[in-house]
């Protein structure tokens, strides 16, 4: 059965049993249809039905008359012939589930065509030429009707399922206190780790990304500020560093590392390969193109094996939204939905770094608020959980007092105390209690731990 075969018998089974419409319109969008009056029929029959009006011959007449196509497709002719011909018998759910992989396959085969015409044109770049194929694959392969519809019995049903069997999900496994605070990163949700900066943001999180892929979790991690060399110099001295000690990092990004150094990182990079664990070095990102290298690289670990579990992102206010000439706080808002969006779409738990405001330093305390997010309300929305990084050692050292003042013993004792120490606050757990930790961060090897 062709395309427009199969478009046919659909519009029949539906103008003769009404009922039939609600299943299909879960499956089907005019944009299905390969045949443009077709599918501007489909689009009236949905609608009337929507609107409790019937679908029928004697309703659609007055609405298709008029419209190029009614003439040339027949006219009140295919309006008989629609019922009378074999579409009542025909299976309508199967020709509906057809028509969409026929639609599929039309945008995939003009998505990878235009891209080949790209391709050959001179002006295009080769990250245009791939943008575009990629696009293709996603639309080609993305449900846009893919909304579960469940009882409240059956959303209890599927709780109840899940009663004794292993809870899944990432966990770090090098810093408990995150882990104790988060529980484990599951599927669909959007975790925000906020700090100023000099907090520790990246290190925490690459730790944390490391530690991940470690324990065989599959993990994306998307640098919007760092070129790959820097993070890999921070990659190596997290992997170097043993709890004690290892190689400080400006000994691995030296002009000429000594061989220790060098066998270090040889045996940090040999970790490395074993991990699931890929790295996006970029410097400028649409949301809507965060969206498309997920999916990418979700579909090329699976190939491989493994499954893409964590994504983290360096972090969201570098990110640019879809949309031109927003504001900051729409650009935001957008960025915040889109990151929750990939998130469930693609099925996998988002970790995206974020900058706080300056209000928290002008208090005592400094400890940071929800309200402190910048330029958006919409993140404190879209996230299931919030956590924020706190190291008072940094501000102790941006006010170092003279040495031989008086000041300085009581400023190298409250040092003393902080010294090494990170702070960790969960502001914010959709599905769980909020609280603090305290782990420690080694600057000298861009290490988090405990």
Known sequence: MSAIEAEYALIGGLVYD?????????????????????????GLIVSEHSQGRAANPVTLRPLLNGHSGYSTIGGDRFLAGLIVSESAATPT?????LIARLAKRRRLVGGLTASADMAKDGEATVEQIIDAADSAIVEATYDAQSAVELTGAACVGKLMDSFGQP???????TIPSIDSLLGPIRKKQLVIMAGR????????ALSYALGAAQGG????????????????????????FDGRGGVPLDDILADEPTQATIRAVGAAMGMLEDMPLRVIDTGKLTIGRLGMMVRRHARRMAAQGH??????????????????GRSAYEAVSEISRGLKAIAKDVG?????????????????????????????????????????????????????PEEGTAERADWEMALAAVENQIEFICAKRRNGRTGSGKGQFFTRFQAVRG
């Open 18 to 42: 009404n009922r039939r419409i609600d299943a299909v319109a879960d499956i089907l969008v005019p944009e299905d249809f390969a045949d443009p009056f077709l599918a501007h029929t489909y």
């Open 197 to 204: 900066p000099g907090m520790g943001k990246t290190a925490a």
């Open 348 to 400: 996998v738990g988002i970790v995206a770094l974020a900058q706080l405001s300056r209000e928290v330093e002008k208090r005592a305390d400094r400890r940071p608020q929800l309200s402190d997010l910048r330029d958006s309300g919409q993140i404190e929305q879209d996230a299931d959980a919030v956590l924020f990084l706190v190291r008072e050692e940094y501000y102790l050292r941006q006010n170092q």
């Open 167 to 173: 809870k899944k999900g990432v966990k770090s496994g």
């Open 307 to 324: 499954e893409l579990e964590l994504v983290v992102v360096d972090y969201l206010q570098l990110l640019s939204p879809d949309t031109k």
């Open 93 to 97: 759910l199967e020709t509906a589930r």
């Open 217 to 240: 979790h599959g993990v994306l991690f998307v640098s919007l500020e760092m070129s790959g060399e820097e993070l890999a110099g921070r990659m190596a001295g997290d992997l170097c």
